[in-house]
């Protein structure tokens, strides 16, 4: 399935709110498959303070929260579930993350995830941040449902 999320949307599908939530629209789903989510990167971000003040770098565990609240709006939208039904994904473990390039205020990142496996309550994923079509972050994410 093809589809487009605007902010409003995702609020829906996810329980983080500003300045944790980090990811502004999804322009493709294939549920129970792949995502595309981006998430414009602004001077304003509250990290950018102290990360680093001569010069802003979006710090890599927040590249990595980008493509997990991802991978949450697929799994939501897979199992036609919300936070709001008492359903909750939370992140449960990452392997092989790489970082390939710093991301700094004005990058688009591209985030990409597609499902590995999928079995009962856990989903394993394979995701993918760019900008400008470079690759700026890999790893595998696991995530697990409760309630």
């Not at 939208?77 to 939370?90: A, E, F, I, R």
Request: hydrophobic share 45%.
């Amino acid at each position: 399935m093809k589809g487009v999320m605007d902010i409003h949307e995702i609020l829906k599908y996810l329980p983080h709110r500003q300045p944790f939530l980090l990811i502004d629209r999804v322009i493709e789903i294939k549920e129970g498959e792949s995502i595309v989510a981006l998430k414009n990167v602004t001077i304003n971000e509250t990290f950018f303070v102290g990360h680093f003040p001569n010069r802003p770098v979006m710090p890599g565990v927040l590249i990595l929260e980008a493509l997990a609240q991802t991978a949450g709006v697929l799994a939501y939208k897979s199992t036609n579930t919300m936070p709001s039904d008492g359903v909750l994904y939370l992140f449960a473990g990452i392997d092989h993350a790489r970082f390939r390039r710093v991301v700094e205020p004005g990058d688009q990142l591209r985030l990409e995830a597609k499902v590995i496996r999928y079995k009962r309550d856990m989903w394993k994923l394979e995701g993918n941040a760019y900008v400008d079509g470079e690759l700026a972050c890999s790893a595998e994410l696991l995530s697990a449902r409760r309630g």
